[in-house]
């Protein structure tokens, strides 16, 4: 399953006026309608439409289209229409006529005195008939096309951000695998400060102190040790090798994980701020650094994903 991004831009056109098998013919006024279709990223799936007037009526067929498609992004659509002009006259069908002529009767029929219908009043008439219809199919069938543009769009986008983030996981593993030879050398450096102190209290012992050897080296001996403990950062290392190899096997497995990935990304911060709590090296808090800037860059493309 793939990974989709929140981010992209589709459009599409169709012209109300293209000849059908029941219309063979091409209107002489036909409408031209162009339908862009736009996301950003968005905790929830919000929706803005700005439509004409005549087809405010589609709203809740393009929210059904949508929603189909898309389950997170602020996704704006846009449509628009363009009358074309065309200088022949439109050919009249037998449908339109009968139904003009049924018109005509009736409103003679009330109104006796009311005139019949010129030649050019009966072609505009036909120019115009079905109009409407043809403008909301044209504009269902471009947003169909939109909104499949779009989630094309979203999904190529998608795997670059997989590229970038597998990229960056790649930094953080080798990161850590330069941090964890620095311990076992900081706790070795402290311990040689301790065996330091612990000669000379030895030597002020044996100028006529209180304090026996073997007290002097039990208590070195504890300070080396809380200090290993205190500076021990291998369940750091270790939680933050498990985060990526979880955040690795979501985006192979793909499809909507934006949510879940948000939530590693902080757990993968809190190891981060942990191990440079910890550091006493300044190897140790460069790396703890560049591991925060790497994950910053992470939660700012998780920030897109759906």
């Known amino acids: 399953m793939s990974v989709y991004s929140m981010t992209g831009f589709a459009h599409a056109s169709q012209h109300a006026g293209d000849a059908t098998e029941d219309s063979p013919a091409k209107t002489a006024a036909a409408s031209a309608v162009t339908v862009e279709a736009r996301s950003v990223n968005s905790r929830f799936l919000d929706l803005a439409f700005r439509l004409p007037d005549e087809l405010r009526g589609l709203e809740p067929a393009l929210r059904e289209l949508i929603g189909a498609r898309f389950k997170r992004g602020k996704i704006e659509l846009r449509i628009a229409t363009q009358r074309e002009t ?57 947003a169909r096309e939109a909104i499949a543009g779009l989630h094309e769009a979203r999904e190529r986008e998608g795997a670059r951000l997989v590229d970038i983030l597998m ?82 096997r979501l985006l192979k497995a793909g499809g909507e994980l934006g949510k879940r990935l948000d939530f590693l990304i902080q757990e993968l911060h809190r190891e981060a701020n942990t191990l440079g709590s910890k550091s006493s090296a300044l190897d140790l808090t460069n790396i703890s650094v560049e591991m925060k800037v790497a994950i910053e860059q992470m939660r700012e493309q998780v920030q897109n994903i759906e």
């Open 86 to 142: 065309d200088s022949a006259w439109p050919q009249p069908q037998p449908d339109q006529l009968n139904r003009l002529s049924r018109l005509e009767s009736t409103v003679q029929g009330w109104l006796p005195q009311a005139r019949s219908l010129s030649v050019n009043e009966a072609l505009n008439w036909c120019r115009q008939g079905g109009a409407a219809e043809r403008l909301d199919e044209a504009a269902l069938a471009a």
């Open 167 to 248: 990229e960056r996981i790649g930094r953080l593993r080798d990161l850590a695998v330069q941090a964890a030879p620095l311990i076992p050398a900081v706790v070795q450096r402290q311990q040689q400060r301790f065996l330091e102190r612990w000669n000379e209290a030895l030597a002020n012992a044996g100028a006529g102190g209180s304090v026996t050897a073997e007290a002097l080296r039990d208590r070195a001996l504890n300070e080396a040790a809380a200090y290993a403990l205190r500076i021990d950062v291998a369940e750091e290392l270790a939680r933050l090798n498990a985060h990526l190899d979880e955040i690795t």
